[in-house]
């Protein structure tokens, strides 16, 4: 499988950025592939390890985000569900504790914010 983030040296030609050997380099350039192979630009930087290390917290991000996605699958006993109506008024800035039924209802409604809180199985020693 390729890797979603790499990085490339680079040079500008002055119409456009071409992708170099890292010894011809000006600056290293931080890209996301796309699911349609074509990449994304996402940052310069003036040497590789600096850019790989960017990366590197682009990749854990994306790996924690998978681990929210799988958790939110599960049935875990410490899921609450909250949501808030964004109309403007007082009670939006207060989240209200609502059931998965009512929570899922919500989602699918424009104007309501939603999140679920996850707690660690037998709680919290701390």
Not at 33 to 43: I, K, P, Q, T
Not at 68 to 78: K, N, T, W
Not at 98 to 115: L, P, T
Request: charged residues 30%.
């Amino acid at each position: 499988m390729t890797e979603k983030y790499y990085v490339a040296g680079c040079v500008d030609n002055g119409l456009d950025v071409d992708q170099v050997e890292d010894q011809d380099a000006e600056f290293w350039t931080l890209y996301a592939r796309e699911a349609n192979g074509e990449s994304e630009w996402l940052a310069d930087f003036s040497d590789r390890s600096s850019a790989e290390a960017v990366m590197a917290v682009y990749a854990e991000r994306d790996a924690l985000s998978e681990q929210v996605r799988v958790l939110a699958l599960q049935d875990s006993p410490g899921k609450v569900y909250q949501i808030r109506k964004l109309d403007g008024s007082e009670e939006w800035q207060q989240w209200e504790e609502v059931d998965e039924g009512e929570y899922h209802a919500s989602v699918s409604s424009e104007g309501w914010e939603h999140r679920i809180l996850f707690g660690l199985p037998g709680g919290c020693d701390g």
